[in-house]
């Protein structure tokens, strides 16, 4: 079965930090671009980062700029989202998704293949 497994998220205070890690199970993650995106209830699903298939190209959301990293390792086919300095406005669920090609996933076209999220709470 093909699928992808976001871990890490959990309850934080302001200002503090969590490593989500998206892991891909019956397929490899080498020839994907990954990107990650959050959805707070009420409110659209929207794109918080990209990276593609050698991680040598990534984009953010203005949002989270300066303050979220997303990084790979191919060989543990495992990619990262690194969050500092979180706000309340970071609460949401976050799913990692995985598309062909990272302009597909810049423009937030429909992926190939998405996780099942993981719930990020930061406390003000």
């Known amino acids: 079965q093909l699928q992808l497994v976001e871990s890490g998220g959990g309850l934080v205070q302001s200002g503090g930090s969590l490593r989500l890690s998206c892991a891909a199970s019956?397929?490899?993650?080498?020839?994907?671009?990954i990107g990650w995106f959050r959805q707070a209830p009420g409110k659209e699903r929207e794109g918080v980062s990209c990276?593609?298939?050698?991680?040598?190209?990534?984009n953010y959301a203005d949002s989270v700029k300066g303050r979220f990293t997303t990084s790979r390792d191919n060989a543990k086919n495992t990619v990262y989202l690194q969050m500092n300095s979180l706000k309340p406005e970071d609460t949401a669920v976050y799913y990692c998704?995985?598309?062909?090609?990272?302009?597909?996933?810049?423009?937030?076209?429909?992926?190939?293949?998405w996780g099942q999220g993981t719930q990020v709470t930061v406390s003000s």
């Open positions: 998704v995985a598309y062909r090609l990272f302009r597909l996933c810049v423009e937030a076209l429909g992926p190939d293949y």
């Open positions: 019956g397929f490899t993650l080498d020839y994907y671009a």
């Open positions: 990276i593609s298939s050698s991680g040598g190209s990534t």
